[in-house]
């Protein structure tokens, strides 16, 4: 049995969720509203204030899609619930980033401002010049977002400069030593 997916989904006050014909599950919530059509073979139930997802056999398709699906209803709640963030650090002299209207515009050391819209389903913040936030109940829209942002400058590992996850990490590299004359 999936440890993930055995484990039963709690629904918090204020979410309602629906699951329609053919596993379509809808999540409404305070931060907005989610439909997702989830496998057909999954078996996804409403028990009082719990979602339990189980599988219909223990076959290898269905022992992968068992916490999967779990997972996927899990975010689909805590996304209609709070929300999910990501936040993006800027490095480097003269990188800043600013919000114009509904645009993110960058400054990245290059002859040109990088522009992105912002789409549907997420919210750009730029408290700091050197700060990203990206929010909206969707990860898998907020995560792809923040990549794509992150796309346009990644860090490099000489002098950390660039965009990169406050979480993240940048292993850092030693620069030359210099020349050895004869």
């Given at each position: 049995?999936?440890?993930?997916?055995?484990?039963?989904?709690?629904?918090?006050?204020?979410?309602?969720?629906?699951?329609?014909?053919?596993?379509?599950?809808?999540?409404?919530?305070?931060?907005?509203?989610?439909?997702?059509?989830?496998?057909?073979?999954?078996?996804?139930?409403?028990?009082?204030?719990?979602?339990?997802?189980?599988?219909?056999?223990?076959?290898?398709?269905?022992?992968?899609?068992?916490?999967?699906?779990?997972?996927?209803?899990?975010?689909?709640?805590?996304?209609?619930?709070?929300?999910?963030?990501?936040?993006?650090?800027?490095?480097?002299?003269?990188?800043?980033?600013?919000?114009?209207?509904?645009?993110?515009?960058?400054?990245?050391?290059?002859?040109?401002?990088?522009?992105?819209?912002?789409?549907?389903?997420?919210?750009?913040?730029?408290?700091?010049?050197?700060?990203?936030?990206?929010?909206?109940?969707?990860?898998?829209?907020?995560?792809?977002?923040?990549?794509?942002?992150?796309?346009?400058?990644?860090?490099e590992p000489y002098k950390g400069k660039g965009i990169k996850y406050v979480e993240e990490t940048i292993r850092r590299k030693e620069g030359k030593t210099g020349s050895k004359k004869k």
């Open positions: 049995m999936s440890r993930i997916g055995k484990m039963p989904i709690t629904i918090p006050a204020g979410v309602e969720v629906t699951i329609g014909e053919n596993n379509l599950v809808t999540v409404k919530g305070p931060q907005g509203t989610l439909v997702e059509k989830m496998h057909d073979d999954m078996i996804i139930e409403m028990e009082g204030a719990e979602i339990i997802v189980k599988r219909p056999s223990d076959n290898k398709m269905h022992k992968s899609l068992h916490g999967l699906t779990r997972t996927l209803v899990a975010n689909m709640v805590e996304g209609a619930a709070t929300g999910f963030k990501r936040e993006l650090e800027i490095n480097g002299v003269g990188y800043r980033a600013a919000k114009q209207g509904n645009k993110l515009v960058l400054n990245l050391g290059y002859s040109h401002q990088v522009e992105m819209e912002e789409i549907d389903g997420i919210k750009i913040d730029v408290p700091q010049p050197n700060q990203i936030i990206i929010s909206g109940p969707n990860k898998q829209v907020v995560g792809q977002f923040a990549a794509k942002v992150r796309e346009k400058r990644p860090p």
